[in-house]
């Protein structure tokens, strides 16, 4: 007897395992997924994976194939529930989250500052703070490097965007910028609030932590942006031509966007990558000061009308953005719908709303790629001859639109090219 009552809850647990393992085999047949992590039996990997599919991508190639060729697919971001809802409900951080208008009016607004960037708009000021910041140095024999380093990257970029020239780095509006970078930083991780892990939490009313502070965040930066807003476009900086005021101008077919000018900051974790390269692997040093002694001479500083003629200078810019990357994830992508692709003769599925990160760490420390690839090595850019080597690739910049205007920037080809 005790064994026919058994026979039902029997009967039921194989159809229930029968009917996962079809519906299973029908979404995979058409390809296989990605390897992965070895799971569980019956369980699979379900304690160890979010509940969205991650994909993590190692190989260049199929970085830009997927992130690049396939972008109608893959340019989406993973929402994060807390900063979507309560620390940037108005979408200014347009670079953060799922495609929406906002997100293509900002990409193409920057588009345009980018185009003139690259035209050399900027070059005079991106000069004139070099040589300011090689006056600090030499005056201070270079003990206060980091923060000099500092300095210079956030003077320049704050000064085209909003108009704010930071000598001295001691500018109270330069240091509620970095606080606020600071705090953004922090609030954006998945780990800043329970609500990212825990979202039904989210319909308890009444003030909450995560939305006071939250709420106390956007006070804070809604205030500083203002401020430097109003000053680029209608204070002492109403003059100059700065990415504030052609976020702003109201005849354009976009209209008045200066509340997407939040996404312009600034990082200097390459040029502390520079100078650590210097103190570790000093030899080739000074074959560059070699290069420019020969090219630019003694009696001035380089200008961006030698780059072309010095080809190891470049080669270092390369490998310095190789060797330690800023961002040694990659920033996560999103699909919007569901695709296959192959890769070493094999297909894989992915699914809609998987998450993709091309990890640039290990795709620009590729040993196929790189020989010796944790040692900085310059010359592993440059070909028999002292030029460049063609067909440059990096994933430094990450992939899509953005990333590719910033690679072109490095792919100069050498005069014997």
């Given amino acids: 007897m005790d064994g026919l009552r058994l026979q039902p809850v029997t009967v039921a647990a194989i159809a229930l395992l029968g009917g996962v393992y079809l519906l299973r085999s029908r979404t995979v047949s058409r390809a296989r997924r990605p390897p992965g992590p070895p799971g569980l039996p019956l369980l699979g990997n379900v304690f160890q994976v979010p509940v969205k599919s991650v994909f993590l991508i190692g190989d260049i190639r199929l970085a830009k194939e997927i992130l690049e060729k396939r972008s109608t697919k893959f340019s989406s971001r993973p929402t994060i529930p807390y900063l979507r809802y309560h620390v940037d409900p108005a979408q200014v951080y347009w670079g953060l989250g799922k495609q929406t208008e906002t997100h293509f009016i900002a990409r193409k607004l920057t588009a345009g500052l980018m185009t003139a960037v690259r035209a050399g708009e900027t070059e005079p000021l991106q000069q004139f703070e070099a040589l300011l910041n090689m006056t600090h140095l030499l005056d201070d024999g270079g003990k206060d490097w980091f923060h000099h380093m500092d300095r210079v990257s956030a003077s320049m970029v704050l000064a085209a965007a909003f108009g704010l020239h930071c000598p001295t780095a001691q500018e109270p509006d330069l240091q509620e910028v970095i606080a606020c970078i600071a705090e953004l930083v922090t609030l954006s991780t998945p780990t800043a609030s329970i609500i990212n892990v825990l979202p039904f939490l989210d319909i308890i009313p009444g003030p909450m932590p995560w939305r006071k502070r939250a709420q106390t965040y956007r006070k804070r930066e809604d205030a500083l942006y203002e401020k430097l807003i109003t000053r680029a476009v209608s ?162 910049f990450g992939f899509g639109r953005r990333g590719k205007l910033l690679h072109q920037d490095l792919s100069l080809k050498s005069p014997a090219s």
């Fill in 235 to 396: 204070g002492e900086a109403s003059g100059m031509n700065t990415w504030a005021a052609a976020f702003a101008r109201e005849d354009k077919p976009e209209g008045d966007q200066r509340r997407l000018m939040n996404m312009f900051t600034s990082i200097a974790i390459s040029m502390h990558t520079f100078i650590l390269a210097c103190i570790l692997y000093p030899e080739w040093i000074p074959r560059a000061q070699r290069e420019i002694d020969t090219i630019v001479g003694e009696d001035r500083l380089p200008s961006f009308n030698d780059r072309p003629r010095l080809p190891f200078v470049e080669a270092i810019v390369r490998e310095t953005l190789r060797w330690r990357p800023a961002i040694r994830l990659g920033v996560p992508h999103q699909s919007t719908a569901e695709d296959i692709v192959e890769y070493k003769g094999k297909e894989y599925f992915i699914p809609n709303g998987s998450i993709i990160i091309a990890v640039t760490w290990a795709i620009e420390h590729d040993q196929q790629r790189f020989e010796n690839y944790d040692v900085f090595q310059p010359e592993r850019f440059l070909d028999d001859t002292n030029n460049l080597k063609v067909g440059y690739e990096t994933s430094a």
